[in-house]
């Protein structure tokens, strides 16, 4: 089963339930993925997820990625990808998948220039998130295609329309 734990710093508190928007994009991520049975699993799995604001953002990118800016996601792995079939052979019946972290300003300033909500990104943002702990990349042309694909789909479960799609001024 997945268990999703919400840490939010103040300026995210808008009135969206935070708990449960994380738990249904990460469920929704994982379903459109060969690992689907991560949500049914004997074993716990667990995927934490930051709200946090933008100098926390910009400071860890700087530190693991040596880019000094904020970003509007990060995902830190606990878990190899060629490692994720064989989860059900934890010590303790526990895993941890992984941390996600999203900065509240470039959530906010994003979803303004894409017209939709925060919430409505920071969703798309989880599911990109998740895709990412489970092995998903956008470094190469097709891995991006593929990766937005899934994340189409995820979306698409939740009634989110595609974050890709290109509109006509």
């Known amino acids: ?27 929704a991520a994982l379903r459109v993925t060969p690992h689907a049975e991560i949500l049914t699993a004997d074993y716990l799995a667990e995927i934490s997820v930051r709200l946090a604001d933008d100098d926390e953002v910009r400071a860890l990118n700087r530190q693991y990625r040596d880019k000094d800016r904020p970003t509007n996601v990060l995902s830190f792995p606990m878990v190899q990808d060629d490692l994720l079939g064989g989860l059900d052979n934890s010590d303790d019946g ?33 599911v990109h998130g998740t895709l990412h702990l489970l092995g998903y990349d956008h470094i190469e042309d097709s891995e991006a295609e593929a990766m937005e694909d899934l994340e189409r789909a995820a979306l698409r479960t939740m009634g989110i329309d595609d974050p890709y799609a290109i509109t006509e001024d």
Do not use: F, S, Y
Not at 2 to 23: F, K, M, S, Y
Not at 109 to 125: N, Q
């Open 1 to 27: 089963m997945i268990e999703v734990a919400v840490q939010a710093e103040p300026d995210w508190n808008d009135g969206t339930d935070w708990e449960a928007l994380a738990t249904e994009a990460v469920a």
């Open 94 to 126: 526990e895993v941890l998948l992984g941390d996600i972290i999203l900065a509240r300003g470039v959530c906010e300033r994003e979803a303004a220039e894409k017209g939709v909500t925060p919430a409505g990104h920071a969703t798309h943002l989880i």
